[in-house]
């Protein structure tokens, strides 16, 4: 039985690849290259696929600085900075892609439908860091009445189903999950910033840092700063 | 007032510009390469783009040979040839592209929501050639519920609307209203053959032939062979 999972190479997306073994699938990972500010996490997910051992790992490149409108996308618009927790859930912050997840979870389908799987993993999480629109159930659900909809498999009576073991868990949460499993976080890569280490900095650093720190563990990645300690 | 419209260069979506044009909406098209067998479309796509005087044309470029799944996407996989209408409609054909409406909606989703357009138009077509799941009514819906929980936009109360107007039309329905708002067919192009001349066998062909003999009109476009005349 075969299941295709979204990777950013990230803290979520690798404890969710690694929830899609331990559950027993035979595991295909998809992984972006959409000329990201902080395309280095591509070396991360080819970094935790091959530590996972899984089936195949494909890397899909399209351009959405091609219009931008976003922190990540547009080098014009700067990322935030040095936020604490409750400043970043305030709005939607600028490091919203404009509907990436929807472009991620599309190619998984399309990819998935091919390889006759059953099942897609990603990673989204609705509590912290829940500015994200594209990160909530009642979007899962939309999209999952698209796969049912939209694809043979969904008319034929067997609709992929997509899986998002991490949509009510904590950072924390996470974390402890991803021990459990066994996640290299060595491997991972979380940081926006787009320079070769981790900038400790950013909306995505501050988070992990803060969550390792609650839990009273050491992130074993390193950071140019580090506020937290 | 702005609108993005999926552009492949064919009869449909030409008619759908224009159509767009019509409505007043200041137009956005964007068109795909995804290394689909008959690339040739998008030369038309550009000529049609250019003809109906738009604000501005995208193409976006990513490879869905990497995992193929389709006679457009597969070169090793032969597309139909022909095959009497009847017969066309019969099953999901060879050369449906798992989940490429939902690809291609969801980048016309990211470009429109950075515009911050209000709609999308799609080419659609439910009617002739209805084996493709993704081309009915209940998928757009879904679709549609995606736009409203995906993004910031319908978050914030504003979604972005589909608009589907051929999505009950006939193909020779099509072709009349094409013809009241001066698409030019010519420039057009709707063969799967990959070749330079359209090849007047292949389901997309056929069917347009058809259409066009149905209505005592002559297709502007030259064959390699047409069988209907």
Known sequence: MKA??????????S????????????SYAISFDYQQRHRRELESAKAIAHSAGINQHQIVS??????GGSALTDRKIDYPR????????????????PA???IFLSFALAWAETLNAQRIYIGVNALDYSGYPDCRPDYIQAMQEVFRLGTKQGIEGNPISIVAPLINLKKTEIIKLGNKLGVPWEKTWSCYAGGEIACGLCDSCRLRLAAFEELGLKDPLSYAQNTNT
């Open 4 to 13: 295709v999972i979204l990777l950013s190479g990230g803290l979520d997306s």
């Open 82 to 97: 040095d936020r604490t927790l409750d400043r970043m859930s305030e709005t939607i912050p600028i490091t919203y892609v």
């Open 15 to 26: 404890t969710v690849l690694y929830q899609a073994q331990a559950d027993g699938w035979e």
């Open 100 to 102: 990436r997840n929807t």
């Open 62 to 67: 399209f351009d959405l600085t091609l219009w």
